[in-house]
Nanobody, 128 residues
Framework: QAQIVESGGGLVQPGGSLRLSCATS????????IGWFRQAPGKERQGVSC????????YYTNSVKGRFILSRDNAKNTVYLQMNNLKPEDSGTYYC?????????????????????WGQGTQVTVSS
């Protein structure tokens, strides 16, 4: 069975940093896209950063460019999201998800795609 487990969320002051982890198992990364999504109360789910390991492409939504860095450890089947200079508008529940890479990584991240595999989410709160 496929499994995705997120960790690393918490409460942080504006300007602080957090590092999220997404540990995956039970499916092959080849030709899959792995993505981080977030959702705040009353708002639609938003693609934050996504990667397709098979071609090495990574995408960031404009609001996090220059602040967030996605990395991956292929041996551990784990994706990380380093979040720096956090802002209150970054608050929300962060989910890690995976699906077959049927289009570009940008489209996989921004389109309303019903990803096959989802984790339970980790809460990020940025507040003074």
């Amino acid at each position: 069975q496929a499994q995705i487990v997120e960790s690393g969320g918490g409460l942080v002051q504006p300007g602080g940093s957090l590092r999220l982890s997404c540990a995956t198992s039970g499916f092959a990364w080849n030709y899959y896209t792995i993505g981080w999504f977030r959702q705040a109360p009353g708002k639609e789910r938003q693609g934050v950063s996504c990667t397709t390991p098979s071609d090495g492409n990574t995408y960031y939504t404009n609001s996090v460019k220059g602040r967030f860095i996605l990395s991956r450890d292929n041996a551990k089947n784990t994706v990380y999201l380093q979040m720096n200079n956090l802002k209150p508008e970054d608050s929300g529940t962060y989910y890690c998800a995976a699906d077959r890479a049927i289009t570009t990584v940008q489209a996989m991240c921004e389109m309303n795609i019903n990803y096959h595999y989802w984790g339970q989410g980790t809460q990020v709160t940025v507040s003074s």
